[in-house]
T-cell receptor
Framework: GNSVTQMEGPVTLSEEAFLTINCTYT??????LFWYVQYPGEGLQLLLK?????DKGSNKGFEATYRKETTSFHLEKGSVQVSDSAVYFC????????????FGQGTTLQVKP | NAGVTQTPKFRVLKTGQSMTLLCAQD?????MYWYRQDPGMGLRLIHY???????AKGEVPDGYNVSRLKKQNFLLGLESAAPSQTSVYFC???????????????FGAGTRLSVL
């Protein structure tokens, strides 16, 4: 079946450190891939997405590349800020464009000044 | 811009009580979804709707019912609440874009429900 696995959290970094949050997936065909972010007390917001192999999604300094060969969609940012502290969710939409998303378990990021 | 609004934000129920969670969206989106979020498990789809008057089961539908009588509203009902339904509930909506995709979902702020 379809599934998403993210690295365990929490991830604690100092401001301006490099961030990587790993995400791997299992799916048939070519699903669409997403990163959502949830700030404290809020709902999820789309951060970036990629719809086909080798696509790179980017937004607010975050990037993720759709790697079909390793079934991965790792999230990266070169220099994190305290305001990036949040929970990050990797998700996929299976082939067939049903609109239903399958989420990973979420990774909490805490950035310290 | 209100976006997706969930009511109430917090609720405490006793086992066996019933309640309805309301989700309202003002973006004229066709598709709406209800998820629950539990620690270490991400979000799991409870029910969803592809249009007014339609509903379908998601991954964890047992113990819940839904209705979509109006396009802008999607109601989630718990007929007889159980402690296992203690969770944070999120509603989301989406639209079909120019490429025919409908997977960008917009989320409400959530409802935190405790069942004692």
């Amino acid at each position: 079946g379809n599934s998403v696995t993210q690295m365990e959290g929490p991830v604690t970094l100092s401001e301006e450190a490099f961030l990587t949050i790993n995400c791997t997936y299992t799916a048939t065909g070519y699903p669409s891939l997403f990163w959502y972010v949830q700030y404290p007390g809020e709902g999820l917001q789309l951060l970036l997405k990629a719809t086909k192999a080798d696509d790179k999604g980017s937004n607010k300094g975050f990037e993720a590349t759709y790697r079909k060969e390793t079934t991965s969609f790792h999230l990266e940012k070169g220099s994190v800020q305290v305001s990036d502290s949040a929970v990050y969710f990797c998700a996929l939409c299976p082939l067939g464009n049903t609109g239903k998303l399958i989420f990973g378990q979420g990774t909490t990021l805490q950035v310290k000044p | 811009n209100a976006g997706v609004t969930q009511t109430p934000k917090f609720r405490v129920l006793k086992t066996g009580q019933s309640m309805t969670l309301l989700c309202a969206q003002d973006m004229n989106h066709e598709y709406m979804y209800w998820y629950r979020q539990d620690p270490g498990m991400g979000l799991r789809l409870i029910h969803y709707s592809v249009g007014e008057g339609t509903t379908a089961k998601g991954e964890v539908p047992d113990g819940y019912n839904v209705s979509r009588l109006k396009k802008q509203n999607f109601l989630l009902g718990l007929e007889s609440a159980a402690p296992s339904q203690t969770s944070v509930y999120f509603c989301a909506s989406s639209y079909r874009d120019s490429a025919g995709n409908k997977n960008i979902q917009y989320f409400g702020a959530g409802t935190r429900l405790s069942v004692l």
